[in-house]
């Protein structure tokens, strides 16, 4: 079974370009999440997908940042304009069913972004 | 709000050493723990996890941590450290009765020397 995987591994932009990522979850999971770690600091959590629904978007630091996952498959992220603090390592986890506690969530190996 | 505190970015020890990698936590209700670790390239594994029940919680590749409420702790250890433990090794915490999602600590790196 494939696991969680995220396009591309690296990316360097300059200032006020245009990025997207994308993650595929892993077949079947309905959860999706988007993370991000600033370098040096703690993995914060960006928002939460429920198939193709916004559950959660209470981490997503503004509104250059735009997520969707439309038919409940791969997800993207856009980042426009890009500013240089938009910098680190985006991670993408998955999970099946109801997102509870007692599911493990899935990551992906993360899409490193640079900002210049 | 919970936070969870990484005491030391980098940790080294040699093989064959004991590991313990520190992790403190605040949650102003019970907490649910968790140690992921990250190998080079590739994502985020979950280690193991308390929920409920036993302190002491047993996890993949002969690691182990255990819940101190009194201390506020989450501290995980391994009695002898092998070169394939070499990675980032994150602590978080999810608060009892709220979202599913967790609170990450920024992470230590252990270092296995030979």
């Known amino acids: 079974e494939a696991g969680v995987t995220q396009f591309p591994s690296h990316s360097v932009i300059e200032k006020g370009q245009t990025v997207t990522l994308r993650c595929d979850p892993i077949?079947?999971?309905?959860?999706l999440y988007w993370y991000r770690r600033v370098m040096g600091k703690e993995i914060k959590f960006l928002l939460h997908f429920v198939k193709e629904s916004k559950q959660d978007e209470s981490g997503m630091p503004n509104n250059r940042f735009l997520a969707e996952r439309t038919g409940g498959t791969y997800s993207t992220l856009k980042v426009q304009p890009a500013e240089l603090e938009d910098s680190g390592v985006y991670f993408c986890a998955s999970s099946p069913g109801q997102g509870s506690l007692q599911e493990t969530q899935y990551f992906g190996p993360g899409t490193r972004l640079l900002v210049l | 709000a919970q936070s969870v505190t990484q005491l030391g970015s980098h940790v080294s020890v040699s093989e064959g050493a004991l590991v313990l990698l520190r992790c403190n936590y605040s949650s102003s209700v019970p907490p649910y723990l968790f140690w992921y670790v990250q190998y080079p390239n590739q994502g985020l594994q979950l280690l193991l996890k308390?929920?409920?029940?036993?302190?002491l919680v047993k996890g993949i590749n002969g690691f182990e941590a255990e819940f101190k409420k009194s201390e506020t702790s989450f501290h995980l250890t391994k009695p002898s450290a092998h070169m394939s433990d070499a990675a980032e090794y994150f602590c978080a915490v999810i608060r009892s009765g709220g979202s599913y999602i967790p609170t990450f600590g920024r992470g230590t790196s252990l270092i296995v020397h030979p």
């Open positions: 077949s079947g999971h309905d959860n």
């Open positions: 308390y929920t409920t029940g036993a302190t």
